[in-house]
């Protein structure tokens, strides 16, 4: 049976997103980021003879599991998609769900340390045998690589500063808590924009800590790998670093630059979205869920080869 615990996440956008995989009845689907099952469960409701295969790394997700025969859970972060299909000898999968948002449990989960109006260690593993935390990266990382990541994963224009600030701050003493880094960047704070600007650290930390980027490579790329021609790939994302990289894996079939022309001027591209304009929760929605205001859902269909 699941679990009763519903507020561990409400799946954002789950009619859009159900629908968005056009589900076979008989068809074998991933739901790459489990967190609730909220997703799951409506996947499953679609089911025949079919079957889901639903991962995730954090090992509190586990509570949340539910006994269906059509349901398999694989404990694991989703760039090793290609690894356990294998595994269970699945060749080929008609679609792919990944949201790609922090759980509510997450953020109101105070000793992991993903949000920033709660004072806790600076944890932010997804997975809690991982090695690398946010607290590490702070009191380890070089000005370059803090610079790095402020500027890309955080989008923020003073990344430098921040870097050179944390780097001198830790000399006098090591950061430990969310509220050591939020009263060491205090100064850097752009007035009336405090909620902005430390939701930037914060993401650009636990990007970092979860190799989130590298990872939702892997998953794109091994999902148009294993997707049946006509398959379905659906995608919510929360910030524009995933959204572009989604986008331009959709459109290019590559992250950062249109492909090779032949000399026709075509190139072939593996995948073909099927909204042309990008879907986001209605005011109801909202509501009923804030933290779905900034969720971004793009959906892609295998193309014949």
């Known amino acids: 049976m699941q679990s009763k615990n519903t507020a561990y996440h409400q799946p954002v956008l789950l009619q859009e997103s159900i629908e968005g995989l056009n589900i076979d009845p008989d068809g074998i689907y991933v739901d790459a980021t489990y967190g609730g099952g909220g997703h799951s469960k409506e996947i499953i409701n679609h089911l025949k003879k079919g079957k889901l295969v639903a991962f995730d790394q954090d090992t509190e997700a586990v509570a949340n599991l539910f006994n269906d025969r059509h349901f398999l859970f694989v404990g694991h972060n989703f760039r090793f998609l290609k690894h356990f299909l294998r595994y269970h000898n699945i060749s080929q999968i008609h679609g792919v769900l990944a949201d790609l948002g922090v759980s509510s449990h997450h953020f109101d989960s105070s000793e992991r340390g993903f949000s920033f109006r709660k004072d806790a260690e600076l944890d932010m593993r997804m997975n809690r045998e991982s090695k690398l935390t946010a607290k590490e990266i702070l009191n380890s990382y070089t000005e370059a690589q803090l610079n790095y990541l402020f500027k890309h994963y955080g989008e923020l224009k003073n990344a ?137 859902l793009r959906i892609a269909e295998k193309v014949t080869a």
């Open 160 to 296: 430098l500063m921040l870097a050179r600030t944390i780097v001198s701050d830790r000399e006098k003493k090591p950061f430990h808590t969310t509220s050591d880094l939020q009263n060491s960047l205090h100064k850097l704070i752009p007035k009336n924009k405090e909620n902005q600007f430390l939701a930037q650290v914060f993401q650009a930390l636990r990007i970092e800590v979860n190799r989130e980027i590298h990872n939702l490579k892997e998953l794109l790329r091994q999902a148009e790998q294993y997707l049946v021609p006509g398959g379905r790939l659906v995608v919510i994302s929360y910030h524009s670093l995933e959204d572009r990289l989604v986008k331009n894996y959709i459109r290019w079939g590559s992250f950062d630059h249109p492909p090779q022309k032949d000399v026709y001027g075509r190139f072939y591209t593996p995948l073909k979205p099927v909204n042309k304009k990008i879907i986001t929760p209605g005011e109801e929605e909202i509501k009923i869920n804030n933290r779905a205001r900034s969720a971004r």
